[in-house]
């Protein structure tokens, strides 16, 4: 019963090829459009920092992908006092508009800040561009990645999945034997963020270990 | 490797696993599933997938538009990167994907707006009109003006997307002062080195590199080509690093992909030619050279390349230089010989296999038979004892041959003496490092070397990139997995041309030669000149339309003899193109005087050089003035694009008529008299090429709203109505009709449907059945274009209308032939020829020996290499000066308010510290220490060649560039009015102040980079 029911259900894993990114920002263009996020507030659901690592000579540039990371043992799921938060069967952490607060409780309990506030004016603004009929976002509300879980589910893979011009962030399902990004998690190839944390993310990253230890301190 | 993407490989191996018509089909319906989710969101809201292309830059990546429909309203909400469109592969950059952003942005101009009376230009004071208005305002303004005193100022949109019908209307406007943008300030200065090697010309889409197969890549400058970003380019590369490719980046900065390189060689600005020459000279002279490398691609230099082609010392007929040539029988236009004649009809080999001097064919992909059809055996180096004889045999038929060696000699030999122990001196990159580089790239094959575009400009970029490509050829990297593999349609223009010569053309041409023009005068044309490939499009052009009596023994002679340039810059239409003039002028007064004199311009055709003369009333013709008196622009913004920004706001305040075509208010359009309101790419309809696919590909757009928003018109419609109504005018006049009557636009429409079809080589009588059907119902020109678009689509695949329509209508994108199969019947010039007059891959370039016999030798244009030292100060700067060089910001297109004004782009630019990176200027804080300077602090930035050339910008203090220079990202900073998301100088630096006007003499490149500048503190 439990098998037939991984089989039906993916497990998805979202990988970030650090090695690959070229900070090009395309994935941000793309979230912001796809999910009506309100970019004239400096609100985003997924990001790209940029460091400077080491020094003279050897000085690195850095392009840091961030998302929420799907905790499978998650904070702002705990520290949701209403079940705004909840997670879908197949374990993408999402927010129902209709029952959040916005208490912020998630926001403080998240180790990654991956989440702010959707407030009244931005979804006035959201209204304005996109038209009242086609604004995704109609009541005030704590905003997060959902892995694009309207588009995961119809066969799509998130928008800045489908965009990254270098690959550097990939789809799979761990419950696919043949998926060749669900074979880097396998592998140990790609690791999660804050190990020590035990929050379990379904984010995994490649390439973790050979950034600089000044960068991989930041990024823990 | 992804789960729902197949790779590009798989992908075509699947497709060539099958055959025939099964394959088509297969090869189309792969991976098809962003177009069959109907439902995303919310259930009930319908979606649609319409096709496109984006238009932000010259990448045109292939695009779906997710319309949405509720409640019996639409919607376009999101763009996705179109799967089948071979360049892109279903991914769009952060600029393609914020098109809707540019579609709905209020700062848009909706209507035709007129300035109003009495007020001055640059003051922004329009009042809308109607199209009927806005013509007729132009039209009686134009009375009066020669086409000889027309400016006109393009940018790559109406070069890669509409050059059917831009050309053309040029022609009937007769108007051919043309700066064509991307010349002198991108691919042009960037690419002639690479179309000089390999005889594509607009690079914007002929050649993608094959990095996904690549072992080894090398990336000099060219960030923006790669990482800033084209987005094939980008994700070819994003697969090589995964692949386990290794890569090289040279460059002053860590650009993003000096972020990714294994090996990042910080380099002094401006002289990776010397570290360029110094990589050849370990290829061909350490140990590499004779092992590995030969046994690899010896058959290529011998067979297909012009390596062993013998050269020949020899005096310049003029300058009386010591000169190389290439010993082949030149002939003039009427086929007779000729040593300063333009076209080869043989080149000469020493034959290995028969021991004796053999005669080859002119234009031809190969060196294996000679021209009695007998095979041979080129020698790539002769021994002493057959040069020595040879040389006697050469002697007694013509003594003023000094020497002789092939083209592989005389290479090898030049190349002695730039070792990397030189290099490091002038690079500063250490004599191992370059050692290192060059033995990778020749034995870690396949290896590239990416062309690039827009970065740092420097004289010696065209020998760069000459040097680089040559590299490229050497290692068999051309049209080669892993290597240098050029689009679909360029390819397919190539072979049908080689198909037509080998059917008619030699014969009509009278030989196995190539000479032009073919297409010009238009009644008698031998070739379409629009179908001609590569160089040969360029060549038609200039020796057909802007040079035509450069084969007249008499204009030559006066040119030379009486000083008088006139006959020799005469075009066709009878007046002198500004830029020739000035040309031509500049190199008599240099040959007068060459210590105190510049040299002018060897090939200045599309570039604005003598133009300020021009405007400024001090360009001479036969004693007469010749001034500018009207200026069009379509969809560019020289204000911010050009080192003579500046000097164009005060050209278009004095002009007569300024009318500008474009959809944003910019820093340019400001100062019209006229603008008229282009459509963007999202509210098109049309079927265009497909460039840069590796398969034969064709395109559709489909317009993202049912109605243009405003009351814009698609560019190629307002050209076609422009150019009508100003032909039609004239036939009126003789005619005695009514000018602005529709009798009057119907005869000049027929008159630019004839000159579209000679230049096209479309049939008159289908082409214009359709344009006159189409205007009958009310329907636009480009309606009829498009219809006559699809048949010839449909023509050329052998397969019914309806079927393209159907295969267009699903996928957006039809890919009509596989690369794989392409390359099996076409490769270049494995099986067929360059488009270089010799045919062959050319490491002894006859295009710049060409430039050679008419202006004498300069190393700018050496037909092998030559090292070209940089005129900037190369030592003891002072405490505030630096060396300078500059790039582009990945989330915006060069001077495109479009994307400068585009809101969501400039929320990401203003995200954290995207601000510094993309804004501000770049400074070591080793320098920052020694000025006082802190981050964030503004500053005043002035070009020590013409101080008057300055900037304020603000600081970022970064150790990601060294310490003697500074980097300016470019062009943040517009001024247009009118745009309200636009970031302002100098919280955005504004480079194109701080450039002066400076050019090489090749192609009039602009050297934006080769001065010093000083920083000066204003202000925290
Ligand atoms: S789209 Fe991909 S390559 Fe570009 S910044 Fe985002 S993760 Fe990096
Ligand atoms: S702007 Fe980006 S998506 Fe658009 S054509 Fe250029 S590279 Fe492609």
């Known amino acids: ?220 | 490797m992804l789960k729902s993407k197949i790779t590009r490989r798989e992908f075509l191996k699947g497709s060539v696993a099958l055959t025939g018509a099964a394959a088509a089909l297969t090869f189309l319906q792969l991976n098809s599933k962003k177009l069959n989710a109907t439902e995303v969101y919310t259930p009930g809201w319908k979606i649609e997938w319409r096709p496109n292309m984006c238009a932000f830059c010259a990448n045109v990546c292939g695009e779906v538009i997710r319309v949405h429909e509720k409640n019996g309203l639409k919607r376009p909400l999101k763009l996705e990167g179109n799967e089948h469109d071979n360049y892109n592969q279903g991914k769009l950059c952060a600029r393609g994907q914020s098109g809707l952003k540019y579609l709905f942005n209020p700062d848009r101009i909706t209507t035709p707006l007129i300035r109003i009376p009495g007020s001055k230009r640059g003051e922004w004071k329009f009042k809308k009109a109607t199209w009927q208005e806005a013509y007729a305002y132009i039209m009686q303004k134009m009375q009066g003006i020669h086409p000889s005193e027309v400016i006109f100022l393009g940018g790559w949109h109406g070069c890669a997307q509409y050059r059917p019908i831009m050309f053309p209307a040029i022609y009937a406007f007769q108007t051919l002062n043309i700066w064509g943008a991307p010349i002198q300030n991108c691919v042009g200065i960037e690419h002639i080195g690479i179309h000089a090697t390999f005889g594509y010309f607009n690079t914007h889409d002929e050649m993608v590199v094959d990095f996904e197969n690549a072992n080894y890549i090398l990336i000099v400058r060219s960030n923006a080509s790669l990482t800033g970003i084209s987005t094939g380019r980008a994700h070819r590369f994003g697969e090589a690093i995964k692949n386990g490719a290794e890569v090289c980046v040279v460059d002053v900065r860590r650009s993003e992909a000096a972020a990714r390189a294994h090996k990042w060689l910080r380099i002094k600005p401006g002289t990776d030619l010397a570290f360029a020459l110094a990589l050849l000279n370990v290829i061909l002279h350490e140990k590499y050279y004779g092992k590995e490398l030969y046994a690899h691609n010896i058959d290529f230099l011998k067979y297909h390349t012009n390596a062993p082609f013998l050269v020949v010392k020899m005096k310049h007929p003029v300058t009386k230089q010591e000169t190389w040539w290439l010993m082949a029988d030149k002939v003039d236009q009427n086929g007779k010989p000729s040593p300063m004649g333009l076209w080869y009809k043989h080149f000469y080999v020493w034959d290995e296999r028969n021991n004796k001097l053999a005669q080859l064919q002119g234009y031809l992909n190969h060196n294996k038979i000679d021209t009695q059809g007998n095979p041979i055996e080129p020698a790539l180096e002769l021994n002493e004892e057959v040069r020595k004889n040879l040389l006697e045999q050469l002697k007694k038929q013509n003594p003023a041959i000094e020497d002789v060696k092939t083209a592989w000699e005389l290479l090898k030999e030049k190349t002695k003496q730039y070792t990397p122990e030189w290099a490091e001196k002038i690079t500063e990159i250490p004599a191992e490092d370059i050692r290192e580089v060059a033995i990778k790239f020749a034995t870690k094959r396949p290896s590239a070397v990416e062309p690039g575009i827009y970065d740092a400009r420097y004289a010696n970029t065209v020998q760069l990139r000459k040097v680089l490509a040559m590299m490229q050829a050497i290692i068999n990297g051309h049209d080669n997995i892993g290597g240098y593999i050029v689009g679909g349609e360029y390819r397919h223009k190539v072979a049908k041309f080689w198909e037509w010569l080998n059917k008619e053309g030699f014969e009509k041409i009278g030989g196995n030669y190539v000479k032009f023009p073919l297409g010009f005068p238009l009644e008698n044309a031998l070739y379409p000149t629009m179908k001609l490939p590569g160089m040969f499009l360029m060549l038609d052009w200039f020796f057909g339309l802007i040079m035509p009596n450069s084969q007249n023994p008499k204009a030559v002679m006066d040119y030379l003899q009486k000083g008088d340039p006139t006959l020799l810059a005469t075009n066709i239409f009878g007046y002198q193109n500004i830029e020739v003039l000035a040309s031509l002028q500049q190199w008599l007064r240099f040959m007068q005087n060459p210590q105190k004199e510049e040299p002018g311009v060897a090939l200045p055709a599309f570039g604005d050089y003598g133009w300020d003369k021009a405007f400024e009333g001090k360009l001479q013709v036969n004693g007469k003035t010749y001034k500018p008196k009207a200026i069009w622009g379509y969809a560019i913004n020289p204000v911010l694009g050009s080192p003579y920004g500046d000097k164009w706001k005060k050209w278009m305040e004095e002009a007569q008529l300024v009318v500008f075509v474009d959809t944003m208010p910019t820093d340019s359009n400001v100062y019209a008299d006229v603008i008229l309101p282009d459509i963007t790419f999202l509210e098109r309809d049309e079927i265009l090429g497909k460039g840069n696919s590796h398969h034969l590909a064709v395109i559709e757009r489909k317009p993202a709203v049912d109605k243009p928003i405003g009351e814009g018109k698609h560019a190629v419609d307002q050209f076609f109505e422009m150019a009508s109504g100003m032909i039609g005018a004239q036939i009126a006049q003789q005619k005695g009709l009514n000018p602005m009557s529709k009798e009057a636009f119907m005869e000049g429409a027929k008159y630019f449907v004839q000159i579209a079809c000679a230049m096209n080589g479309w049939d008159y009588k289908e082409f214009s059945s359709k344009v006159f059907g189409a205007l009958q119902e009310g329907k636009p020109f480009t309606y009829a274009l498009k219809e006559f678009t699809l048949e010839e689509v449909a023509k050329e695949a052998g397969k019914p209308v309806e079927y393209v329509q159907k295969v267009l209508d699903q996928y957006g994108v039809y890919n009509i032939e596989p690369l794989e199969e392409l390359l099996e019947k076409w490769a270049i010039p494995e099986k067929i020829p360059t488009s270089l007059p010799s045919g062959r891959v050319e490491l002894f370039s006859t295009l710049f020996e060409i430039v050679q016999s008419f202006f004498g030798y300069f190393p700018n244009w050496d037909p092998l290499c030559a090292y070209v030292p940089l005129r900037r100060k190369e030592s003891n700067l002072e405490a505030d000066e630096f060396f300078v060089s500059h790039g582009k910001a990945p989330i915006f297109s060069h001077t495109g308010v479009h994307t400068l004004d585009n809101p969501l782009l400039v929320a990401i630019s203003e995200w954290k510290k995207l601000p510094e990176i993309y804004y501000r200027v770049w400074m070591n804080p080793k320098a920052a220490q020694r000025l006082g300077i802190k981050d964030g602090d503004l500053v005043e930035v002035i070009n020590t060649k013409d101080p008057n050339r300055k900037m304020k910008a603000q600081v970022f203090i970064t150790e990601w560039i060294r310490e003697d220079t500074i980097f300016v990202p470019f062009n943040g900073g517009t001024e247009a009015p009118e745009l309200h998301y636009a970031v302002r100088p100098p919280k955005a630096a504004r480079h194109v102040d701080l450039v002066h006007y400076e050019v090489e003499p090749v192609i009039a490149g602009y050297t934006r980079d080769e001065t010093t500048v000083k920083v000066r503190k204003i202000s925290a």
């Open chain 1, 1 to 220: 019963m439990q098998e037939q029911q991984n089989k039906q259900l993916p497990n998805w894993v979202f990988v970030i090829d650090l090695n690959t990114c070229v900070g090009c920002n395309a994935c941000m263009a793309a979230c912001a459009q796809e999910n009506q996020t309100p970019y004239w507030n400096e609100k985003w659901r997924t990001k790209v920092e940029q460091a400077e690592v080491g020094k003279g000579d050897n000085i690195g540039r850095i392009f840091f992908p961030r998302l929420c990371m799907h905790c499978q043992n998650t904070p702002c799921y705990y520290a949701c006092p209403t079940g705004a938060t909840y997670k879908t069967p197949e374990g993408v952490v999402m927010v129902n508009q209709d029952l959040c607060i916005g208490c912020e409780a998630c926001v403080t309990a998240c180790p990654y800040d991956a989440r702010y506030r959707y407030d009244y004016e931005d979804v006035e603004h959201n209204k304005q561009l996109f038209g009242e009929e086609f604004s995704i976002h109609q009541l005030p509300h704590i905003d997060k990645c959902t892995f694009c879980y309207h588009r995961i589910t119809k066969g799509l893979e998130p928008a800045c999945v489908s965009t990254c011009p270098t690959d550097c962030r990939m789809w799979g399902d761990l419950n696919d034997p043949n998926d060749p990004v669900a074979e880097i998690v396998r592998s140990g190839r790609a690791k999660p963020l804050a190990v020590h944390l035990g929050t379990d993310p379904k984010v995994f990253y490649v390439g973790l270990d050979t950034l600089p230890a000044p960068a991989k301190e930041e990024a823990e």
